[in-house]
């Protein structure tokens, strides 16, 4: 008969599993991910927004002009994750804001949590990812 024994300050594999979890859930923001690996649905979008961001046009000017670089469109895919972590299913977008789709950890692949932004936080995002030093790095994430 095998016994559990538990030596002290020993973690089990689902205290370690539990903990790494909640370290990803902290880190992760969908809104920033979308920022960071999409920029708009023609071709120069990405140029045209990035000078727009470092000349530092009104808050205002930035959300006109990321409306008109995104249009109306969006894109979709399976995100399969090996380790189990948050990622990116999809986005739609319109005049009306953006909506982002993502995996959690431990839910079912098919079921995505969405959640709805302006514009407005989306340049909020932007100015983040830039000030963060991690804006022009994004295109090695994608």
Do not use: C
Not at 43 to 55: A, D, H, M, P, Q
Not at 101 to 107: A, F, L, V
Not at 110 to 119: I, L, Q, W
């Amino acid at each position: 008969m095998i016994k559990d024994i538990q030596i002290a300050g020993q973690i089990t594999l689902f205290d370690y599993l539990g903990s790494l979890a909640q370290s990803i859930e902290e880190e992760f923001d969908p809104l920033l991910r979308f920022a960071a690996g999409h920029l708009g649905s023609y071709v120069g979008s990405k140029e045209r927004v990035l000078e727009l961001f470092i000349n530092g046009a009104s808050k205002q000017e930035k959300i006109k002009k990321l409306k008109d670089e995104f249009g109306i469109g969006g894109f979709a895919g399976y995100r399969f994750t090996p380790d189990n972590t948050y990622a990116l299913h999809g986005a739609s977008y319109d005049a009306k804001g953006i909506i982002v789709e993502w995996y959690e950890p431990g839910k079912v692949k098919a079921d995505y949590n969405t959640n709805k932004y302006s514009y407005a936080e989306l340049v909020d995002a932007i100015e983040k990812l830039f000030k963060e030093g991690k804006y022009n790095e994004r295109e090695e994430n994608i």
